[in-house]
C-alpha cells in the first residue's frame, strides 16, 4: 500500500483530462475504470469515456486496434469526458499516432520505450521512431521503459508465466499516474484482493507492479512535481460510478419494484444496447424475466406478450433494430398496451458507425411507422439520469398506456459518471390502469377520462375475456371495425392521448440567461458539451447565452414557444442533420431557427462550440 | 392452470362476433372442435389465450370468447412466448396458417419449437395464401397454378411436420379439416403435453385450391388413404383393416395382412414417445398413406422448467432481496 508522503509542492489543478491508450488486449479500460473509481472516491466529479475498435481483437499494434479510455476528473463540475487532453499513455506507436492529435500541446505523454520496436513502429506506419525524430518537441515526453521495468519488479514472484507478467504492465502506467495526481493506490489493491481472491500470485504480482510504477514516478525527476484536484463541492450523499447502459437497466428495476409488476425484457443483441440486456439478465433475483429472442422482432412481440400479460415490459435495441421493430410497434400503440423500447443510438444510417455515437434516429423513433402512429419519445441525456428516464419511461407507458421510445446514445450509454444513488422510496410513484374486477358496461377500449389511458385488463381476470389486435377497433366496444367516422376518431384520439402526456412532464427551464441574444438548444445525449460549452462563454463574459435542453420531445413541454421567444437567435445543436430542427419547426412553423450539426461519429468539442455561440453573438 | 372452478360447454367459448370465414371454409370446423376441447380440458376460461399472426385463420381468436390478440404477421409465436413467460399458469395458443407461419414468420416458429415453450400451435395448412388472394405459399406443390404462378409454381414445399421435426419439435399431430372428432382429441392431447405442441391440420381454402387433401381425406377414400396412429397401436389402416406399416431397411412399406405371410404381428407398433425422431420423420414424409394423429409426443424439459431451476437458484444465492440492496452494494462512496 502506497499513501502520498512527497514533500514537493503541489500544484493544484481544477480539473485534468486523462486518456490511456493501448492495443485491445493492454487492459487500457481497466486501468481507466481503476483510475476514475479511485478519483470518485476522493471525491472528485468524474466524467469518462471508453472508445475501442469495432473488431473483438484487432491484430497487435495495428491502428484500427488501439483502446482508449479517457477520464475527466475535476473540483469542479464535469459535464463531458472532455476533448483535449493533458496527459496521454500510449502503450504502443499505434496508440501514440492515432492519440496524439488530442493532446494539448506542451502537455504530458508517457511511452512505454519497450513498446517502440521497429515491428511495432512499421505496424502504426510511423518512417521513424518519433521518440527520435523530435517529432514530439512540442510534448513534454516522458519516455519509460515500462515493459523491462515490470518484468525486474516481477522477477521473484512465483508462479507466474511470461504472459501473466507482461500482462500487468497496464499497473505500472496506472502506478505512475496516481502518483502524478497524488492518488492512494488503496482502491485498486482493494479490488485486486476481491477480484483475484484465489489467485494470489496475481494479487502479488499486480499489486507489486502498481507499487513499482508508483515509486518510480516518486523517484524520476522527469516529472517535477505532482498535481492535485480537489475534491468536488456535490451534493451529499452516497454516490457510485455508473454507465449509462447499467444506469438505464437499473432505472427499469427500480420502476418494476415501484409498480409491483414484474419486469420482462424481450430483446436481441445490437451494439451498444447490448449491455443493458447483460445487466438485466443478471438480476433474475428480483424476478426479471429477461429473454434473449431469436431476432429483433421476436424481442419487441414477445414484450408486447408480456405487456398483455401484465408485466412491466420493455425492448432494447438501436439504430438498425429499431427498424425491424416498426411494424410491432405500430401494433403496440394500436392495441395500447404500455411498453418501453430503448434505442440506443449509433452512427447510421444501415450499419453506419455502430460503434460511434450519433442523435440521427430521431425522426425514426417520431415517424417509423405506417399510418398515423404516434408514441411518446423522450431522451435521457447522461450516464446517470438514464436511470431517471428508464424510470420515467415506464411510469409513462403504464400511466397512459401506450408504448415509450427512450432514446439514449453510445456517448452516454458507455460513458460514465457519478451517480448520487436514489432509493427507491425516494422515487415518484407509478399508477397503473388495471382493471381487476368486471363492472357495468366493461369494455376494453374504456378510458379514463383525464390521460384518455384505456384500461388494462390482464389475461387471467374473471369475466374481462377480450381481444385486441392491430385491426381498426371500435371506439367503445373494441371489436373491429371498418367504420370510417370511427377510424377518424380513433386516430384523433390515439394523438390526443399522447398530446396530453404534456400535462404530466415538466416544463423546460433555461440556463444562464433567461432572455438574451442566442439560445443554445439541445437534446438528449449532448447535454454535458453544451452545457460547459455555454457555461464557458458565460464564464468569458457572454451573459446574453442561454441553454434549454430537452428531454422530452414527443409531445413537447407545453412552454416551449414562450421560452423561445424571449430569445433573438435560436441555435439547435445536434449530432445530426437537422432532426431535432425540423420537429421543431413542424410545431412551431413561424420559428426562425439556426442549426449547428456535426456527423462525424463524434461528440460536439468544446471549442467548435464556443467559436459559434461567440460567433453568432458578435 | 388452476384447477376448475366451473363447467363449461362449447357456448361459453363463442365470443358475440360474427364469424366471416367463405361459407364451406374447414375453419368453421376449426373453431367448433376448438370450442368442444376446451370445457373437456379443465381449465378456467379466463385463463385461456389465443395468440395470432394474419391471414384468414388468424381472425380465429375474435370468434372465441377468450382473452386473445390478433398480432402482426408471423409473429404469433413471439407473442404468445411473451404471454407464457409473463404469466405460465395460461393456456397459451397460437393459431397461424401455413403462409404466416411457414414463410415471413418461418423464423419465429422454428424457435419456438426448438425451446420447447408450454404453447399449443394449431397450423391450418391449405397450402395457398387465401387472404390476399391466392399466391403460393411456402406447402404449395411444384407445378401449381396460382396468381402469381401462373406458369406452375417453380419453389418446391415445406413439408410442416418435417420442418417442425427438424427445429426438434416434441409434440407433432396431423389431422384431416373435415375429422371434427379427432380433432377435438388432438387438441385436449396438445393441451395435455407439457411442452410446445404443434397440430397440423390439412384445411382444404373452397376458393384458391379447392380439393387440395381432398385424395386423402374425401369421406369415401379417407379410411384407404389415412393412417390413423395411436400410440402403443399397431399402424393399422384401410377399409378393412388389412393394411400397415413395416420397415424394409431403412424404408416404410405397406403391406397387407394376410398376404405373403404377413401377420398383425409383424406391424410396426407405433411408439409417440421415442425420443429418437427418425421413424417420426418418416410416418411425416410418407405420401402414402397420408399418417395422421399423434405422430410425436416425447416428453421433455420445458423452457420454463429450465428457467424456474435457474431462477430458484439464483435466488437462493443472491444476497440481494430488494433494488436498494444492489444499488447500495460494491464501490460505493459518501460525499459529506
Redesign the interface.
Known amino acids: 500500500m502506497v499513501t502520498t508522503q512527497s514533500n514537493k509542492q503541489h500544484e493544484i489543478l481544477e480539473a485534468v483530462i486523462i486518456r490511456f491508450v493501448g492495443d485491445s488486449g493492454d487492459g487500457m479500460q481497466l486501468t481507466g475504470t481503476q483510475f476514475s473509481g479511485t478519483s470518485a472516491m476522493f471525491g472528485n466529479d468524474i466524467a469518462t469515456f471508453p472508445n475501442y475498435p469495432s473488431e473483438i481483437r484487432a491484430p497487435q499494434g495495428s491502428l484500427y486496434g488501439v483502446s482508449g479510455f479517457q477520464v475527466h476528473i475535476g473540483s469542479v463540475e464535469i459535464s463531458t469526458p472532455g476533448d483535449e487532453v493533458d496527459l496521454l499513455v500510449a502503450m504502443n506507436p499505434a496508440g501514440l499516432k492515432t492519440n496524439l492529435h488530442a493532446v494539448k500541446p506542451g502537455h504530458t505523454i508517457i511511452v512505454d520505450t519497450d513498446a517502440f520496436t521497429k515491428k511495432n513502429l512499421e505496424k502504426a506506419q510511423y518512417e521513424s521512431n518519433p521518440l527520435e525524430d523530435n517529432s514530439l518537441e512540442n510534448y513534454r515526453v516522458i519516455e519509460v521503459a515500462m515493459t523491462s521495468l515490470t518484468k525486474e519488479a516481477l522477477k521473484n514472484v512465483a508462479g507466474l508465466d511470461n504472459k501473466s507478467i507482461t500482462r500487468t504492465k497496464n499497473m505500472f502506467a496506472l502506478g505512475m499516474v496516481y502518483w502524478m495526481y497524488d492518488r492512494s493506490t488503496d482502491h485498486t489493491i482493494d479490488f485486486f484482493n476481491k477480484k483475484f481472491t484465489s489467485r494470489p500470485e496475481i494479487i502479488e504480482a499486480n499489486t507489486k507492479v502498481l507499487n513499482a510504477g508508483f515509486y518510480f514516478a516518486e523517484t524520476l525527476e522527469l516529472i517535477p512535481n505532482s498535481y492535485t484536484i480537489a475534491p468536488a463541492k456535490m451534493p451529499a450523499g452516497t454516490y457510485r460510478i455508473i454507465m449509462g447502459n447499467t444506469a438505464t437497466a437499473w432505472g427499469f428495476l427500480a420502476a418494476a419494484e415501484k409498480s409491483g409488476l414484474e419486469l420482462f425484457l424481450g430483446s436481441y443483441p445490437i451494439t451498444p444496447a447490448t449491455d443493458i440486456l447483460h445487466e438485466l439478465v443478471k438480476h433474475k433475483h428480483f424476478g426479471v424475466k429477461a429473454f434473449q429472442a431469436e431476432d429483433e422482432i421476436a424481442g419487441i412481440t414477445s414484450a408486447i406478450g408480456a405487456a398483455f400479460a401484465g408485466d412491466l415490459a420493455i425492448t432494447t435495441t438501436s439504430g438498425p433494430g429499431l427498424a425491424l421493430k416498426g411494424e410491432a410497434l405500430g401494433l403496440a400503440m394500436m392495441v395500447e398496451l404500455p411498453l418501453v423500447v430503448v434505442n440506443v443510438q449509433r452512427g447510421g444510417p444501415s450499419t453506419g458507425l455502430p460503434t460511434k455515437t450519433e442523435q440521427s434516429d430521431l425522426l425514426q423513433a417520431m415517424y417509423g411507422r405506417n399510418g398515423e402512429s404516434p408514441v411518446i419519445v423522450i431522451a435521457a441525456s447522461t450516464p446517470s439520469n438514464c436511470f431517471n428516464f428508464a424510470y420515467q419511461a415506464a411510469k409513462l407507458a403504464l400511466e397512459h398506456m401506450t408504448p415509450v421510445i427512450l432514446l439514449t446514445d453510445g456517448y452516454i450509454a458507455n460513458g460514465s459518471s457519478p451517480w448520487k444513488i436514489q432509493s427507491v422510496n425516494d422515487m415518484p410513484e407509478i399508477k397503473n390502469n388495471i382493471v381487476s374486477k368486471y363492472y357495468d358496461n366493461w369494455h376494453p377500449y374504456n378510458r379514463n377520462e383525464e390521460t384518455l389511458a384505456r384500461n388494462w385488463a390482464i389475461p387471467g381476470t374473471p369475466k374481462l375475456e377480450h381481444r385486441i389486435g392491430g385491426l381498426e377497433k371500435d371506439k367503445v366496444t373494441g371489436n373491429v371495425s371498418y367504420v370510417p367516422e370511427n377510424h377518424e376518431f380513433m386516430t384523433k384520439i390515439r394523438a390526443e392521448k399522447i398530446k396530453r402526456v404534456q400535462d404530466y412532464i415538466p416544463e423546460i427551464s433555461t440556463e444562464f440567461a433567461e432572455e438574451g441574444d442566442l439560445l443554445v438548444v439541445g437534446w438528449g445525449g449532448t447535454y454535458g458539451s453544451l452545457h460547459s460549452a455555454v457555461k464557458q462563454v458565460n464564464e468569458e463574459g457572454f451573459t446574453n447565452i442561454g441553454f434549454t435542453h430537452f428531454n422530452y420531445i414527443n409531445p413537447l413541454p407545453k412552454n416551449t414557444l414562450e421560452v423561445f421567444s424571449k430569445f433573438k437567435k435560436i441555435l439547435v445543436c445536434e449530432l445530426n442533420n437537422g432532426q431535432f430542427a425540423k420537429i421543431l419547426k413542424i410545431n412551431f412553423n413561424k420559428l426562425e431557427l439556426l442549426q449547428f450539426n456535426k456527423i462525424q461519429g463524434l461528440p460536439f468539442g468544446n471549442s467548435e462550440l464556443t467559436e459559434k455561440f461567440k460567433q453568432l453573438v458578435k | 392452470m388452476e384447477t376448475i372452478t366451473k363447467k363449461y360447454t362449447f357456448k361459453d367459448f363463442a365470443?358475440d362476433?360474427e364469424v366471416r370465414w367463405c361459407p364451406g371454409c374447414d375453419d368453421y370446423v376449426i373453431l367448433r372442435a376448438m370450442q368442444k376441447a376446451l370445457p373437456e380440458m379443465g381449465i378456467?376460461?379466463?385463463?385461456v389465450?389465443?395468440?395470432s399472426g394474419i391471414g384468414c385463420s388468424s381472425r380465429f381468436?375474435?370468434y372465441?370468447?377468450?382473452?386473445?390478440?390478433?398480432?402482426?404477421?408471423g409473429?404469433a409465436p413471439?407473442?404468445?412466448?411473451?404471454?407464457?413467460?409473463?404469466?405460465p399458469?395460461?393456456s397459451v395458443w397460437v393459431i397461424t396458417g401455413d403462409g404466416d407461419s411457414m414463410a415471413i414468420g418461418g423464423?419465429?416458429f422454428i424457435?419456438v419449437l426448438r425451446r420447447n415453450i408450454d404453447l399449443n400451435i394449431i397450423l391450418f395448412n391449405n397450402e395457398i395464401y387465401g387472404l390476399t388472394k391466392g399466391q403460393f405459399s411456402p406447402t404449395s406443390l411444384v407445378g401449381q397454378k396460382t396468381k402469381s404462378s401462373p406458369y406452375g409454381n417453380t419453389q418446391p414445399p415445406f413439408s410442416p411436420g418435417e420442418l417442425a421435426i427438424g427445429a426438434q419439435a416434441r409434440f407433432f399431430a396431423r389431422i384431416g379439416g373435415n375429422t371434427p372428432k379427432e380433432m377435438t382429441e388432438l387438441f385436449i392431447e396438445g393441451q395435455k403435453f407439457k411442452g410446445t405442441s404443434l397440430i397440423e391440420v390439412l384445411q382444404n381454402c373452397v376458393i384458391f385450391n379447392d380439393g387440395c387433401f381432398t385424395q386423402f381425406t374425401d369421406k369415401k377414400v379417407r379410411e384407404d388413404k389415412q393412417l390413423y396412429v395411436e400410440h402403443g397401436k399397431p399402424m393399422i389402416f384401410g377399409k378393412d383393416r388389412d393394411k400397415g406399416l413395416v420397415l424394409n431397411g431403412l424404408k416404410l412399406e405397406v403391406v397387407t395382412i394376410g398376404e405373403k405371410g404377413i401377420t398383425q404381428e409383424d406391424i410396426l407398433v407405433h411408439n409417440a414417445k421415442e425420443q429418437d425422431p427418425t421413424l417420426h420423420q418418416m410416418l411425416v414424409r410418407l405420401e402414402y398413406p397420408m399418417v395422421t394423429g399423434v405422430i410425436r409426443s416425447y416428453d421433455d424439459v420445458t423452457l420454463e422448467e429450465r428457467?424456474d431451476a435457474?431462477?430458484a437458484e439464483?435466488?437462493r444465492n443472491?444476497k440481494?432481496?430488494?433494488?436498494?440492496d444492489?444499488?447500495?452494494s460494491?464501490?460505493?462512496?459518501?460525499?459529506?
Do not use: C
Not at chain 2, 330 to 336: E, K, L, S
Open positions: 365470443s362476433q378456467n376460461k379466463e385463463d389465450v389465443f395468440i381468436p375474435y372465441m370468447d377468450s382473452y386473445g390478440m390478433h398480432g402482426i404477421h409473429r413471439a407473442i404468445a412466448t411473451g404471454v407464457k413467460l409473463a404469466n399458469k395460461l423464423n419465429h424457435h428457467e435457474v431462477t439464483v435466488k443472491s440481494f432481496h430488494k433494488t436498494d444492489l444499488f447500495f460494491g464501490d460505493i462512496y459518501q460525499v459529506f
